[in-house]
Antibody
Framework: QVQLVQSGAEVKMPGASVKVSCKTS????????IHWVRQAPGQGLEWMGIINPNGGSTSYAQKLQGRVTMTSDTSTSTVYMELGSLTSEDTAVYYC????????????WGQGTLVIVSS | DIQMTQSPSSLSASIGDRVTITCRAS??????LAWFQQRPGKAPKSLIYAASTLQSGVPSKFSGSGSGTDFTLTISSLQPEDFATYYC?????????FGGGTKVEIK
């Protein structure tokens, strides 16, 4: 069965970087793009960007350009999202989600990774 | 960016009630509209794509409709597990954008 398993919670200082992983299984890794979405405490969902694991091409939300980097490792079927220059505004749960081939919508989600930015 | 506006932002309903949530896009998105359910402390769950197609395994008490700019999600006969927050999302144009969410609470 399809699974997306994310890395554990992180606590970071302002100005630092965080790298969250999303390990996939149960399907051909290079067949489906992966999105990243975040959710600040008590807030709604915000799309961050997308990566094509087959070749590594990416598209990022404009507000995060220059701070976010998404990568993939085909040897481990894992995608990564790194966010730099962290501020308290980046405190959120970060989710990876698989792009469904036939529809272009999301189908499977990771369980989420809480990132807390605090001094 | 395409703005997605959901209404209401919250509602109270009883077990067995039929509930309808609306979602409006700031410009036409054809049927590139998805609905997600999020229970407290959990990851979102994909319910519907292409405005009206149920994801595999989603019960038929959920239904979606609409095209262009106006969409609805209907839940027939609410059950305890349906009390959650529901989000619409457009995937017609990048950046993908979500509605603000509708929290369905127990009356």
């Amino acid at each position: 069965q399809v699974q997306l398993v994310q890395s554990g919670a992180e606590v970071k200082m302002p100005g630092a970087s965080v790298k969250v992983s999303c390990k996939t299984s149960g399907y051909m890794f290079t067949s489906n793009y992966i999105h990243w979405v975040r959710q600040a405490p008590g807030q709604g969902l915000e799309w961050m960007g997308i990566i094509n694991p087959n070749g590594g091409s990416t598209s990022y939300a404009q507000k995060l350009q220059g701070r976010v980097t998404m990568t993939s490792d085909t040897s481990t079927s894992t995608v990564y999202m790194e966010l730099g220059s962290l501020t308290s505004e980046d405190t959120a749960v970060y989710y990876c989600a698989r792009r469904q081939i036939r529809s272009g919508s999301f189908d499977y989600w990771g369980q989420g990774t809480l990132v807390i930015v605090s001094s | 960016d395409i703005q997605m506006t959901q209404s209401p932002s919250s509602l109270s309903a009883s077990i067995g009630d039929r509930v309808t949530i609306t979602c409006r896009a700031s410009q036409g998105i054809s049927n590139y509209l998805a609905w997600f359910q999020q229970r407290p402390g959990k990851a979102p769950k994909s319910l519907i794509y292409a405005a009206s197609t149920l994801q595999s395994g989603v019960p038929s008490k959920f239904s979606g409709s609409g095209s262009g700019t106006d969409f609805t999600l209907t839940i027939s006969s609410l059950q305890p597990e349906d009390f959650a927050t529901y989000y619409c999302q457009q995937y017609h144009t990048y950046p993908l954008t979500f509605g603000g969410g509708t929290k369905v609470e127990i009356k």
